[in-house]
């Protein structure tokens, strides 16, 4: 079974200095059919004029990533942490038991895209933490990339949920797959460019839930980047 979230279905937000796609029910936009997926509970796709953020706010009880697409996201926290991401990094933070934190366009010159995702934890409590990791654009070349996981594995951000997180940049002809294990569902995230998933088309800011398949079969009808979400 595979279901499409077209990219024009997603709700949105627009504030001026942030224009947002949700792909799930999120802060005013609420869609009953659209709660998540799974474990995977948000993806936003937000544009972040130079110079503005988001202002130093709370979560608990969340794995929160940062993927970013262009531009260059600063992020500080309670937590001590200060940083960066940029292309090619992604960041995990554990809210856990709570933390507070903020998320500014680093440059004053030029705006910020990126992915914000949140996954329900394994269990509530958790101690707060944070990881960043920067992942070789050769490495994401012609292939899916582990770049988050339960364990950690392939020197993957650890994720506090039984959930794989793959990226892959693909030029137009190349294919990547993903076999699933028995009992596992996926969700396939176009981050940009135009691909075909077990055999649906899909464009920039499509995704596809997958359940009941043996196979996630992915080819780029031209550049493209994708993320997959490889879920219980």
Known sequence: MLAVRHAHERGTADF???????SFSFGRYYDPQHMGFGALR??????????AGFDTHGHRDMEIISYVL?????????????????PGEVQRMSAGTGILHSEYNASDAEPVHFLQIWIVPEAQGLQPGYEQKAFAEGERRGRLRLVGSQDGRDGSLTINQ???????????????????????????????????????????????????????????????????????
Not at 42 to 50: A, G, M, S
Not at 70 to 86: N, P, S, W, Y
Not at 190 to 199: L, Y
């Open 70 to 86: 262009d531009g260059a996201l600063e992020h500080k926290d309670t937590l001590g942490t200060g940083a960066v991401i940029r």
């Open 162 to 232: 039984d959930v794989d997180l793959y990226t892959a940049l693909l030029e137009s002809g190349e294919e990547a797959s993903l076999t699933l294990r028995p009992g596992r569902k996926a969700w396939v995230q176009v981050a940009r460019g135009a691909v075909t998933v077990n055999g649906a088309a899909l464009t920039a800011g499509d995704g596809a839930a997958l359940a009941e398949e043996e196979a996630v079969a992915i080819h780029a009808r031209e550049t493209s980047e994708v993320l997959l979400f490889d879920l219980r």
């Open 42 to 51: 948000v993806i936003n796709e937000d544009r972040v004029r130079p110079g």
């Open 16 to 22: 001026g200095w942030l224009d947002s796609r949700h």
